[in-house]
């Protein structure tokens, strides 16, 4: 079985082995998805090196990478054939989401190449999220590139993507002030509590959290901004919640275990919901039971999957509002951002440059590795010459010294072509005249004769010596 998974893997391998890799994205969003469908795909953190494994597995896919937040679900791959890698992804879609094929279609975006990379640069400048210049999802990216760092298949066109695209969103942030006075998902949410509560005043709500991680935190600085003081916290650790305390020593959290939940629900008017659960935790068995107030209950679900059962908005006295409802509240302070949105856009289009010439250099490393082989042919060949005429008079010592000088000699010869073919020199070359030193010196040398596939001979014998 092994055997016929390498033997299909070396087959692939030799009939793309002249083709640019694609860059691939597939995914969907807040903006064109409503969230029952995106919950369905959320992968939780602790699931993605299992997730990347899965899609490396699937034969065209050479790279992968997942970007799965509240707003979205991405995959990027480093394709041999990026019409293949499509299906085969949309086929792990399918698996995942238990939706078909059809249906996962009207939902998804596919981009390749060029306009895959912008995606990710315009992702990591807040660019595409919910709210315009944003900032935690270039914290997002950056958690993605950190994690990448241990799995073998986010690859060097993934690792060089991902770093780009930090680079732009950081360029973003600092040269334009898109983020200044952006509203966050979590401050959108204290607004939308504010904005439907029928309290005057937020500070005068029994408020409640329902989880303690990243949102949360930001949630507790946003509500404390509004004057709340006092705040219910639901968690399974309490010790996250003792953490938030210690940032917020002016706000009094009580913990609550998620056993308590119904009680705390019972005595809170707004209740905030963000853990990363998979499957609900409020429905309406958690709060059937409880006695009617004169005041509807309202809740806040920033959580994808969502933490709150679509039939709770069903009873009478309470009042659901998930991520997408924060439509409105990010509307209004959209227009200034947009100008500034303008500016970024340039920005990236400089960044995408640069990554688009790190990949044109790419084209060289065929080159380079014949430039190699040739150049061991002769070393070889010209060494065993040597070694004939001197016959064995030579100790193994002076045979190797030999050997080191004739590599040492190459290596020097190499250097010149070497730094003009990657364009890494102090003076970088652009990208066409890397292309045009790669031509010339296939020329030269006649790389495309039968000369490449001596060296090819030669590498597997000395591979074989060693």
Known sequence: MIGDVKERSRMLEERYADRKRSILVIGLSVHSCPVEVREKLAVP?????????????YPHIEE???????????????????????????????????????????????????????????????????VLGEGQILSQVKHVMKMGQAIDQFGRQL????????????????????????VSISSAAVELAEKKSNLFRLKDANMCIVGAGKMAKLLIKHLNSKGCSSIHMVNRSEERVKNLQKDFPDVTLTYHSLDEVARCIEHADIIFTCTASKVPLIN??????????????????????????PCVGQLTTVVVYNVDDLQEIVA???????????????????????????????????????????????????????????????????????????????????????????????????????????????????????????GRRVDARTGQAR
């Open 284 to 309: 309406k068995s958690t709060i059937g039971s409880l006695p009617s107030a004169d005041k509807g209950k309202l809740f806040v679900d920033i959580s994808v999957p969502r933490n709150v059962a």
């Open 332 to 454: 209004g302070n959209k227009e200034e951002r947009s100008r500034k949105a303008f500016e970024a856009e340039n920005i990236i289009k400089e960044e995408l440059k640069n990554f688009e010439a790190w990949q044109d250099s790419l084209q060289t490393v065929p080159t380079i590795k014949k430039l190699r082989a040739y150049a061991e042919t002769i070393r070889m060949s010209e060494f065993e010459k040597c070694l004939g005429k001197v016959g064995n008079d030579l100790s193994i010592k002076d045979k190797k010294a030999i050997e080191e000088l004739s590599r040492s000699i190459v290596n020097k010869l190499l250097h010149g072509p070497m730094v003009h073919l990657r364009g890494d020199g102090p003076s970088s070359s652009c990208r066409d005249e890397i292309l045009e030193n790669m031509h010339a010196v296939e020329r030269m040398f006649d790389l495309n004769s039968e000369s490449l596939s001596m």
């Open 64 to 130: 992968a990478s997942i970007l799965s937040t509240c707003n979205r679900l991405e995959v990027y791959v480093s394709a041999l054939s990026w019409h293949m890698a499509t299906l085969e992804i949309i086929d792990w879609m399918s698996q995942k989401s238990g939706m078909t094929h059809a249906l996962l279609r009207k939902h998804l975006f596919v981009l390749q190449n060029e306009d895959a990379s912008m995606h990710l640069f315009r992702v990591a400048s807040g660019l595409d999220s919910l």
């Open 159 to 182: 690792t060089a993507l991902f770093k780009q695209a930090i680079v732009a969103g950081k360029r973003v942030r600092t040269q334009t002030g898109i983020g200044a006075g952006s």
């Open 45 to 57: 953190e602790a699931e993605w090196t299992q997730a990347i494994d899965e899609l490396s597995s």
